[in-house]
């Protein structure tokens, strides 16, 4: 992480462009989102088709085969985003601590890139939901005293969590803070 990032110096690359980061999350990220938008789809799923269930036996619901049809069609819709969407923003997102500060891409429709100075860094903390847990991952976030200020790098192994946030906290004060 520090050595890559020392050699590179910059953000800019040849052209002056901004260069993407260097480092990615760990690969086992994709299961975890492909999971969240299972668990939240399979939710949502199983509560329409518990409203649909009971319109139908109440007799409310007259056409109830296309009602049950749109339901059958969002939850293929729901799968596909769970097989498709994990893996482009997994593609898309890259992360690196540079002498600047922390330096983060996403999104694949709408990028954005974001730099927190080290000089910013007010707290950082690490998160670990319970999926996350179950697959040795956890996500680092970096907070400052701004209110738009911050960023989080989620889908990061232990080992990896543990490095960044001891070079992050030994790095945060560092620079100008104006």
């Known amino acids: ?8 110096g910059s953000l800019s690359g040849a052209t002056g462009s901004l260069r ?3 480092e990615s999350l760990d690969p086992r990220v994709r299961r975890l989102w492909a999971a ?3 668990l939240w789809a399979g ?3 199983l509560a329409a088709a ?3 269930g009971a319109l139908t036996a109440l007799g409310e619901l007259p056409a109830a085969p296309l009602a049950w049809s749109a339901l059958g069609l969002a939850l293929a819709l729901a799968l596909a985003a769970a097989l498709v969407l994990p893996g482009l923003r997994y593609r898309v997102f890259r992360w690196e601590v540079t002498p600047l500060g922390l330096y983060i891409q996403r999104g694949w429709l709408w990028r954005s890139w974001t730099v927190v100075p080290h000089s910013r860094i007010q707290s950082i ?5 319970p999926l996350a847990r179950w697959l040795g ?8 005293a701004s209110n738009e200020g911050g960023a989080r790098v989620p889908g990061l192994s232990a080992e990896l969590v543990a490095r960044l946030t ?4 030994a790095r945060s004060g560092e620079g100008d803070a104006t």
Not at 166 to 169: I, S, T
């Open 1 to 8: 992480m520090t050595a890559p990032t020392a050699a590179r």
């Open 36 to 38: 969240e938008i299972g």
């Open 20 to 22: 993407p980061p260097a």
């Open 50 to 52: 518990a409203a649909l």
């Open 137 to 144: 991952l956890a996500e680092v976030e970096v907070s400052t």
């Open 43 to 45: 939710g949502a799923g």
């Open 125 to 129: 903390e690490t998160t670990v939901g």
């Open 166 to 169: 001891a070079e992050l906290a």
